[in-house]
Nanobody, 122 residues
């Protein structure tokens, strides 16, 4: 069983930046960030695997960058040019699987989940 702990959330003004981190208790091959706003479904934001292949939701392309430090079992999400619509609880997710193509942004593909960190953009 892998435990995931997120950090780095907070409140920022529109146009600002935040960097989220997620530390995993063990090795993970594919990791992702999801987010969920009140009253909405949890949606995939970005994903990365140990080969550094990445996937991004269209809504964050060009603004967010996902990265993974395999040696530290740590996942990052650099969020720039934040918008009020980015406000949500952000969750780290992981699965020990290599996908043939790019890492997925489908929540049911991920086995391990963190408890989330809140991001508020005003």
């Amino acid at each position: 069983h892998v435990q995931l702990v997120e950090s780095g959330g907070g409140s920022v003004e529109a146009g600002g930046s935040l960097r989220l981190s997620c530390v995993a208790s063990g090795d993970t091959y594919t990791m992702a960030w999801f987010r969920q706003a009140p009253g909405k479904e949890r949606e995939g934001v970005a994903a990365v695997d140990s080969e550094r292949r990445t996937s991004y939701a269209d809504s964050v392309k060009g603004r967010f960058t996902i990265s993974k430090d395999n040696a530290k079992n740590t996942l990052y999400l650099q969020m720039n040019s934040l918008k009020p619509e980015d406000t949500a609880m952000y969750y780290c997710a992981a699965v020990n699987r290599r996908y043939t193509r790019y890492p997925p942004l489908i929540k049911n593909e991920y086995k391990y989940w963190g408890r989330g960190t809140q991001v508020t953009v005003s």
